[in-house]
Nanobody, 121 residues
Framework: VQLQASGGGLVQDGDSLRLSCAAS????????MGWFRQAPGKEREFVAN????????YYADSVRGRFTISRDAAKNTVYLQMNSLKPEDTAVYYC???????????????WGQGTQVTVSS
């Protein structure tokens, strides 16, 4: 499975962005999809994930209520809608695919290349 993340950019405090993660093959039946992020000098951290059905989602406390993960099975694409962005959301965002509904990075087998999100104050 190859994953291609896109949609990052430079925005201001309070703005919104939508990230996309396109998969090279059908992932809806086989893979849990997740978003992670890594800020400079920090470890990669979990942001959100969505299960095979698309009905179950889970978020990190830091983004719950502001970010929404969704998937479009027909397009083999997962989205991360990010609202009310804050400077502390600045990071490289990675999408990942795995077969276990977990928030740990080790549960994911495939990773995209990352897309930079920068939020200015």
């Amino acid at each position: 499975v190859q994953l291609q993340a896109s949609g990052g950019g430079l925005v201001q405090d309070g703005d919104s962005l939508r990230l996309s993660c396109a998969a090279s093959e059908r992932t809806s039946r086989n893979y849990v999809m997740g978003w992670f992020r890594q800020a400079p000098g920090k470890e990669r951290e979990f942001v959100a994930n969505i299960d095979w059905s698309g009905l179950n989602t889970y978020y990190a406390d830091s983004v719950r209520g502001r970010f929404t993960i969704s998937r479009d099975a027909a397009k083999n694409t997962v989205y991360l809608q990010m609202n009310s962005l804050k400077p502390e959301d600045t990071a490289v965002y990675y999408c990942a695919a795995g077969q276990r509904y977990r928030s740990s990075a080790g549960a994911y087998d495939y990773w995209g290349q990352g897309t930079q999100v920068t939020v200015s104050s």
